[in-house]
């Protein structure tokens, strides 16, 4: 099972948050990417209204699924492309657990989420692609893991690395913070990764002052991958680079 957070070959379309600073946006234009930025949720929290992750799920590296209210516009997004776009059932809302239906994560031939607040059509799908279904606490799961090889995760959840771990999963636990998210005390890992391709890594900012940095860096090129920093500012969190090949 091909992890769909990473792309078969290099990407040429991406979904990112659509408040994104200039300088993430301009570094992706200059790959040669096209950049679907997304639309404001009208009734998440504004500190993840613009998330991709929390909004449209990769069943694979051919279907999205997406939450009913971003539907259309995703549907017109992809429209004369590869990519199939399904309606999810669940419509979010602002308080935790209503805004987390989308916000599974992926690695390997696992789905981790919190399944008792996963969209139904979102989990019919990814049981039929025969992932196994790993249940966590923890709603936010993509955030919560940063996707960086087929069977290598970064995330600062404990109960998330131990599962993993105990699952065969090559998996670094960093201390959680030093992350910015607008309007809360700290983002998440996941939130700050994407892949360029099966070799390349996306952070959206400088690690510079994190003090996990050295240990991260070391990890994402023992597997074996590049990391592309699309900023020099502080490591932001902006829901997760969805990366596709639709050509």
Do not use: W
């Not at 099972?1 to 992706?28: C, Q, R, S, W």
């Amino acid at each position: 099972m091909k992890n769909p957070f990473i792309p078969l070959k290099k990407a040429d379309t991406v979904i990112v948050a659509g408040n994104i600073d200039e300088d993430i946006y301009d570094n992706l234009i200059d790959r040669n990417l096209r950049v679907i930025k997304t639309i404001a949720h009208p009734k998440v929290d504004n500190s993840i209204k613009y998330h991709p992750d929390i909004v449209v799920h990769p069943i694979n590296h051919n279907i999205l699924v997406t939450e009913p209210t971003v539907y259309e516009y995703y549907k017109e997004e992809f429209k004369s492309t590869n990519i199939k776009i399904i309606k999810g059932e669940r419509k979010l809302n602002s308080k935790y657990p209503l805004d987390i239906a989308y916000n599974v994560g992926r690695v390997s031939d696992f789905a981790i989420h919190n399944f008792e607040h996963t969209d139904e059509v979102l989990k019919f799908h990814l049981k039929k692609e025969n992932l196994e279904l790993i249940n966590v606490n923890q709603g936010y799961s993509k955030c919560s893991i940063a996707v960086i090889g087929d069977r290598e995760i970064i995330t600062a959840d404990h109960f998330i690395y131990t599962r993993l771990k105990d699952k065969g999963i090559e998996s670094l636990l960093i201390n959680p913070g030093h992350i910015t998210l607008e309007n809360q005390d700290y983002g998440f890992i996941g939130g700050c990764t994407g892949n360029m391709s099966n070799k390349e890594v996306f952070l959206s900012g400088s690690l510079k002052n994190h003090p996990g940095k050295e240990n991260i860096e070391r990890f994402i090129k023992n597997a074996g991958k590049k990391i592309i920093y699309l900023s020099n500012k502080k490591i932001v969190d902006i829901g997760t680079i969805i990366s596709l090949n639709c050509n």
